[in-house]
């Protein structure tokens, strides 16, 4: 069993709906990290929460710790949003900062 | 602007080549990384990095071997490449833990094809 779970692999939406990616881990944590991959490659970060909520433009990443459960969360999509979306965790008491991932979502969105 | 840059963008390589993949950071990071992507694994860790001349294997080391001999650059070498080392690199940089967050900055990725 992978130590980080996302769902759904693939998601296709339509410009302008509300979308959610979900992130469930099974380990101890010290901080959830939500990234984003472009066509092309780049990966960059665009959360870092050990709890609650936060909040940049539209979107919004939540976590609960003691559900070991994480969701990522787009309003008003658009079809620059379409990337693959990447949860990892920062395994509390592991080695030098290293980060646990999943595998992954592949957000497509159609104007 | 942080930085993380890699040698290439694209490399083509022959079975049995010795590759050299690498990673320049201008943040002043302690911790350098290298992972492969592949379609339906994500990434995955084949080294890591946390000062000058260390090294310590991740999830996927077989075949690889890595570099560190200055705290800005960080090797990926494949002494004999395989059909099976195809696959997207990345390479990451970061602060060594010490409290807060970790975040990772990546580089563009190589995507590396062995013919």
């Known amino acids: 069993k992978n130590e980080v779970e996302q769902s759904p692999q693939n998601l296709t939406a339509q410009e302008g709906e509300f979308i959610t990616i979900n992130c469930s881990y099974s380990?101890?944590?010290?901080?959830l990290h939500w990234l984003q991959q472009h066509p092309g490659g780049g990966i960059v970060s665009l959360f870092m929460?050990?709890?609650g909520k936060k909040k940049h433009g539209r979107l919004i990443a939540t976590i609960n710790i003691q559900e070991k459960h994480s969701s990522l969360h787009i309003t008003a999509s658009h079809p620059r949003d379409s990337a693959v979306y990447i949860c990892?965790?920062?395994?509390?008491?592991?080695?030098?900062?290293?980060?646990?991932f999943g595998k992954g979502t592949k957000l497509s969105v159609k104007p | 602007d942080v930085k993380v840059t890699q040698s290439s963008r694209y490399l083509v390589k022959r079975t049995g080549e010795k590759v050299f993949l690498e990673c320049v950071q201008d943040?002043?990071?302690?911790?350098m990384f290298w992972y492969r992507q592949d379609p339906g694994l994500g990434l995955r860790l084949i080294y890591f990095?946390?000062?000058?001349?260390?090294?310590e294997k991740g999830d996927i080391p077989e075949g690889y071997s890595v570099s560190r001999e200055k705290k800005e650059r960080f090797s990926l070498i494949l002494e004999s490449a395989s059909t099976n080392q195809t696959s997207m690199y990345l390479c990451a940089s970061s602060f060594k833990r010490r409290g807060g967050y970790n975040e990772q900055f990546f580089g563009p990725g190589t995507r590396l094809t062995v013919l």
């Open positions: 943040m002043d990071h302690e911790n």
């Open positions: 990095s946390y000062d000058v001349k260390m090294k």
């Open positions: 380990v101890g944590i010290s901080a």
């Open positions: 929460l050990s709890s």
């Open positions: 990892a965790v920062e395994n509390y008491g592991g080695s030098q900062g290293n980060l646990i």
